[in-house]
């Protein structure tokens, strides 16, 4: 193949990976006057768009493996391949493909029996870029009263979804069918604290009061401020699970109930 000597470097680089993304044949070729040779510019191209598609699949599936064991092999490359093409990576590391990939999936032509998969995907996303990120040597410090500290690992995160996709990707990666088929809609929001561990990324199902007083705390509210943001006055069932308990319960009970017990914090003696 002989670029045409006027064209750029640049461009031509471009030109080349229009057509190796490309999904219409008719785009998926180069220009004949300018690739001249023993076959057609879209024959050379195969190998390469292959190669590269292929290469991008992966490393959606690598990231999504509930999402890819759900739909199987063939569909999750179809979801992959499209994705690939409609957001190629703008950096070389490949682990940190992926950030749209479940907002592209949501509504996928054949996905209308799985309404919590782009949930699914999403989750699985936060749980692989908390995961790459190391260890940090010192999360949130709150000052309780007392003068003893309250101090959160690092790095953590909350998530919130209408769907319990803790349960769900527990359910899907241990070939649970019981559990999936009895899912249901579910009312008000499910909310997770995810955090770094030595062997990867832990998860904890949180109520609403907990969550409300994580997501505080990590935003730099102080003890009182996270404690008036758990107790959620006005919200009645806060938690959304229908047990008709409110968030208003001390901060006591908060921690002991379910951020201490959960290993994502400690208490530090008043120094």
Request: charged fraction near 20%; hydrophobic fraction near 55%.
């Given at each position: 193949?002989h670029?045409p000597?006027e064209?750029s470097l640049?461009?031509?680089?471009?030109?080349?990976?229009?057509?190796l993304?490309?999904a219409?044949?008719a785009?998926q070729g180069l220009?004949e006057?300018?690739?001249?040779g023993?076959?057609?510019?879209?024959?050379?191209?195969?190998?390469?768009?292959?190669?590269?598609?292929?290469a991008?699949?992966?490393?959606?599936?690598?990231g999504?493996p509930?999402?890819?064991?759900l739909?199987?092999?063939?569909?999750?490359?179809?979801?992959?391949?499209?994705?690939?093409?409609?957001?190629?990576?703008?950096?070389?590391?490949?682990?940190?493909?992926g950030?749209?990939?479940a907002a592209r999936?949501d509504?996928?032509?054949?996905?209308?029996a799985?309404?919590?998969?782009?949930e699914?995907a999403?989750?699985?996303w936060?749980?692989?870029e908390?995961?790459r990120r190391?260890?940090?040597?010192?999360g949130?410090v709150?000052?309780?009263?007392g003068?003893?500290?309250?101090?959160l690992?690092?790095?953590?995160?909350?998530?919130?979804?209408?769907?319990p996709?803790?349960?769900?990707r527990?359910a899907?990666?241990?070939d649970?069918?019981?559990a999936?088929r009895?899912?249901q809609p579910?009312r008000?929001t499910?909310?997770?604290?995810?955090?770094?561990?030595?062997?990867g990324?832990?998860?904890?199902?949180?109520r609403?009061?907990?969550?409300r007083f994580?997501?505080?705390a990590?935003?730099?509210?102080d003890?009182?401020?996270a404690l008036?943001?758990?107790a959620?006055?006005g919200?009645g069932?806060s938690?959304?699970?229908?047990?008709?308990?409110r968030?208003d319960?001390?901060l006591a009970?908060?921690l002991?109930r379910?951020?201490?017990?959960?290993?994502?914090?400690?208490i530090?003696?008043?120094?």
């Open positions: 193949m670029a000597a064209e640049a461009a031509l680089q471009a030109r080349m990976a229009r057509a993304l490309a219409a044949p785009a220009p006057a300018g690739f001249a023993a076959h057609a510019g879209a024959v050379g191209l195969r190998v390469h768009r292959n190669t590269i598609l292929g991008l699949a992966n490393a959606l599936r690598l999504h509930a999402v890819e064991r739909v199987g092999e063939a569909f999750f490359d179809r979801m992959a391949v499209d994705f690939a093409r409609a957001a190629p990576p703008r950096a070389p590391q490949l682990d940190e493909y950030a749209g990939f999936i509504g996928f032509p054949g996905t209308e799985l309404p919590y998969l782009a699914l999403r989750f699985e936060a749980v692989g908390l995961g190391c260890v940090e040597p010192a949130v709150l000052t309780l009263e003068g003893a500290r309250l101090r690992a690092a790095p953590l995160r909350t998530f919130a979804s209408p769907w996709v803790d349960v769900i527990t899907i990666l241990g649970d069918i019981d999936l009895a899912l579910g008000g499910h909310d997770h604290a995810l955090w770094r561990v030595a062997e990324v832990s998860v904890r199902a949180l609403a009061p907990s969550a994580l997501d505080a990590l935003a730099g509210a003890a009182a401020a008036a943001a758990a959620g006055e919200d069932d938690d959304g699970d229908g047990d008709g308990e968030g319960a001390p009970q908060i002991a379910e951020i201490l017990a959960a290993g994502f914090a400690t530090e003696a008043p120094r």
